[in-house]
């Protein structure tokens, strides 16, 4: 097979962190690829069109520091009241991750898709790759798996955990994007639901955040977080293509509600449903510290804490009826007062028994209520940054991941 290319850092999975940790990583002055399956850069904002970015403050104090809050500040984003999320402008979030990995000197290959790993002596050696030509491999010192689905953990023989105790996971969703909508008259959410429901539009009770965001408000143009696909395995590609098939077909149910029961949508057109489907959880990676709701509610720093962050417990139904929604609403209510937050340890990055292998973003080592806080992007810029750094130093250091120089990551970190 042939070896395609060689880096010093090796970050599979172009997301929020993925982008995070390669631009990292390169300022580090390290040679380092980054690796994407699609052709942009974004990962579930970009391919399955995720409509908003969660807050980046506690309320008090920003805390997606430095490379989060880069992507803020590129993006013009302004805080004007607490928590704030923010609409995604697609391509304006798509480009200016293009531009901080090319400012970096990041090696971007995209249409690579993950598919093996060799090892030696309990190290990955290389990655391997089906491409447009095939087959390759790509040779790294290091890697960081930021796929979102710890695909790259688990092939490197790393334990992880799946679901709940009979290992169902969070619903799924197909994001969309929506025209035609008159914003000026304030399509609300919930509006009319029950009613809808009890007409017979809707096939499943799914009353959670049915409304069109306001992305692209002064053409009326929003993006759409709605509709849940239940029982979906993200392992498996039968269940994935299933759920594919039955989005967009809850997504014409919602057009027809928009249509009949929502002020300000009645000429409401699904512009476009997303290639890909929006996973919301997925493996989570064995690593040498799991991160529990116990340090939710704690809130005391890790010693080797790499960040701080603050977000509810955000746990979609797992079934179309109203208990689904009652649980929804309990896990979220789970939340921190005004300048709260819970401390991020490194060693929730770092698998366990591969050496040279740090994880960020949606599938760190945590628990699955605390995947539901961590998963939102403005957190996977903190994990996401803080592997690539941490990476840049075993990497110097010519050490194992969990025998990295802590206070040196620390240090390096933005402040
Ligand atoms: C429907 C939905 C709505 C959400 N809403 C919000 C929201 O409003 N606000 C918010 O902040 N968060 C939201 N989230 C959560 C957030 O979008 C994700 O948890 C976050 O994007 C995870 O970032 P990541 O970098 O870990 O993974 P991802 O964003 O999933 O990126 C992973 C990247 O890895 C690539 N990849 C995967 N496998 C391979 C492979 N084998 N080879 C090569 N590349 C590969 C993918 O193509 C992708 O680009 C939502 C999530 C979903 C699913």
Known sequence: ????????????????????????????????????QSGALGGSSALCMVAELMNFDDGEHFVSRGFGQEVFDRLGLRITEK????????????????????????DVLFYTRLSDVLKENGRISHAILSGPSGPCAIRGDFFIDATGTGLLSSLAGAAYAYGDE???????????????????????????????????IFSQYDKVLPGIKRNYREVGVGGGNVGHCFGVDDRDIRSLSRAMLEGRRILSEYESYYKGYVPGCENAV?????????????????????????????????????????YPVDIHPMTPDKAG???????????????????????????????NLLVAGRCIGTDRAMQASTRVIPCCYITGQAAGIAAAVCVENNTPAREADVATIQARLPS
Request: aromatic residues 12%; contains cysteine; negative net charge.
């Open 166 to 200: 009979e290992g169902r996971t969070m619903s799924a969703t197909i994001c969309s994007l929506w025209g035609g909508v008159d914003f000026s008259r304030k399509p609300i959410d919930w509006l009319h639901y029950d009613q809808a429901y009890a007409d017979g």
């Open 1 to 36: 097979m042939p070896v395609y290319a060689e880096g010093e850092i090796i970050v599979v999975g172009g997301g929020p962190a993925g982008v995070a940790a390669a631009v990292m990583a390169a300022r580090q002055k390290k040679r380092v690829i980054l690796l994407e």
């Open 325 to 355: 929604v009652v649980g929804f609403s309990k896990a979220i209510s789970l939340r921190h007062e005004d300048g709260e937050t819970y401390s991020i340890p490194y060693r929730c990055l770092v698998p366990k028994g591969v050496d």
């Open 270 to 310: 699904l512009i476009k449903s997303a290639d890909f489907i929006g996973i919301r959880e997925s493996r989570r990676i064995v690593c040498e510290y799991t991160l529990t709701m116990d340090s939710f509610f704690a809130k005391e720093p890790f010693a080797d804490e790499i960040g701080r962050y603050s």
């Open 83 to 106: 928590r704030a999320w923010f609409n995604v402008r697609y391509e304006a979030l798509k480009r200016v991750y293009d531009d901080m990995v090319t400012e970096a000197g990041v």
